[in-house]
Each structure stands twice: as C-alpha cells, then as structure tokens.
C-alpha cells in the first residue's frame, strides 16, 4: 500500500525490497511497482541486498518501516535503518523503523543528525510514546508541544498522527491538520499516508511541506469515499484527490 500510494503521488520509479521467498507474491500484485528481491533470512543478507538496491542513484527518497519486522529481526531491522539514514537521500521512517529503537532512541537520533538530508518521523501516539520518552517531550503534554519537542530532540520532522495530525520541525515550525474524516481510522491508512510522503519527497517537495500536503491529501481523498474506507481503497483515491488541487 505504501509502495502504490507513493506511486499514485507521483513518485514515477518505485522499487519494493522484499525476501526472495516473498518475491512472487509481491510481483504478481504490484503490476506497476519494481519489486527487488533479497536471498536469505540473515541481517548480513538484508544489508547486502539493501546496499545492492541503493547503487540505483534513481531512488530519490526512501520509506522503511510498515511490515519490516515481518521480514528480518529487530537487531537487523536496526541496521537497516541505519543504512538507509546512511544513503544521502530523504527518508521517512515509520511503524516498525520507529518501535524497533524504543530500547535505544539515542541511537536514531544520532543517526539522524549525521545524515544529510530530511527525515520524516510518522508515529501513532503509541509509538511516540515508546520513542519519546525523554522527559524534555513531555509525555502528557498537549500535542502540538510534544510534537515540537520530539522534533527538536530528534532532529527531523515529526508528524504525530491522529484526528488533529500535527506536524512539527525541529526549528518549531508546526501545522495541525483538520482534514481527517472519521473513516481514516482504519488499519493500514497510515501506511498509505507514510507513501504518500514519499511520492512527493521523491519529487523534490521539502519534507515539512511534503508532510504537510500528504496528511491534506490523505484526508482529502478519504472524504471522497466516506463510510466503509479500507486502506486498500486510498491509493485509487490519490489522483481525484489531487485533481481536485486544480
């Protein structure tokens, strides 16, 4: 879902790392997306085959993290973030990428403060609340101030999400979306929304608006569809959602 929310966002080329085993489940249902396969179970393998794909100087912006852990343990899903971090390109991290370093923050957020370009943060309450334990966010605080609290502690852009989305950066700037019907809270529909940040990071949009304008979109096209939303419905509701932009 990701992966075709990015896609229907504009981000033209989009590629898939997945086990090999997992190869031709995933190529038989993404019909329009590159699907890049990784041979073995192990993280040294994982780091390899993610190391192997990011050669392609054409993937301009990356997404790890929605069903990671389905796919390597959380020492090496660890790793893979790092990597990713490491590449020079935009990155979102979301779901797994974020829980996986509940036991250790500091670590991330070195990471992100070595890597060269924007990091997006994508967390639920819950998970802002396994990874933002430091006493300088505030766990009890309103919104908005925690959410620039987590910003300025990590150092990338941090979109707390819920009904009243707030998006904050490091440098304080911040925007609460009201744009989220009720038909939002489904599974996987932050999935779709981590794609959609991509697709317009992959663009070249700064990642606080890129943030901002995909958590607009996202509400935008599930008002279109209304009651009975599934996040499987989201990414063909993308292109309406942006026409309506004209």
Known sequence: MSALAAARTGAGLTTVCVPQQAWAIHAAALTCVMVHP???????????????????????????????????QPSGLKGLVLTVLASGRPVVLDADALTVFADDPALLFAAIAGHSRPVVLTPH????????????????????????????????????????????????RAAINRHAPPCLATAGAGDVLAGMILGLLAQGMPAWQAACAAVW???????????????DDLPGLIPQALKRLN
């Open 38 to 72: 990784v041979a073995g179970e192990g993280a040294t393998q994982w780091q390899s085959g993610l190391e192997s794909l990011l050669e392609d100087h054409r993937l301009s912006a990356l997404l790890i993290g929605p069903g990671a852990l389905g796919g390597t």
């Open 217 to 231: 979109l996202h509400g935008e096209a599930a008002a279109a569809f209304g009651p009975g939303l599934i996040a």
């Open 125 to 172: 309450e819950g998970e802002f609340a396994r990874l933002f334990r430091d006493p300088s966010v505030g766990l009890t605080g309103d919104k908005l101030s925690r959410a620039r609290a987590a910003a300025r502690l990590s150092g990338a852009v941090v979109l707390l999400k819920g009904a009243d989305t707030v998006v904050a950066t490091p440098d304080g």
